[in-house]
Nanobody
Framework: QLQLVESGGGLVQPGGSLRLSCAAS????????IVWFRQAPGKEREGVSC????????DYADSVKGRFTISRDNAKNTVYLQMNSLKPEDTAVYYC?????????????????????WGQGTLVTVSS
């Protein structure tokens, strides 16, 4: 069974940092591009960032550029999202998803084509 499990969410004050993890089980991630999404209450799901299978290519939504960093450790079968300078508007459930193909950046945009697995999400709350 292909499964992704997110962790690392929690409550943080504005300006703080969190690092989310997305760990795979049942398959190895080294052939899959990974996307982080988020969904805030009452809003549509938003793509946050993606990374190619090799880790050599990344892309970010304009709302998080310069604050978030995506990375991966294929030896640990895990992808990370380092979130710095967090704002209240970053409050959301964060999900990771694996695409079936290794590269999904088209014209500087993450374009998920064939989802292979989704996680259940981890809640990030930014509040004082």
């Amino acid at each position: 069974q292909l499964q992704l499990v997110e962790s690392g969410g929690g409550l943080v004050q504005p300006g703080g940092s969190l690092r989310l993890s997305c760990a795979a089980s049942g398959f190895t991630l080294d052939h899959n591009a990974i996307v982080w999404f988020r969904q805030a209450p009452g809003k549509e799901r938003e793509g946050v960032s993606c990374i190619s299978a090799s880790g050599g290519s990344t892309d970010y939504a304009d709302s998080v550029k310069g604050r978030f960093t995506i990375s991966r450790d294929n030896a640990k079968n895990t992808v990370y999202l380092q979130m710095n300078s967090l704002k209240p508007e970053d409050t959301a459930v964060y999900y990771c998803a694996a695409d079936k193909i290794p590269y999904i950046i088209v014209q500087r945009t993450c374009v998920m084509t064939s989802p292979a697995a989704w996680g259940q999400g981890t809640l990030v709350t930014v509040s004082s």
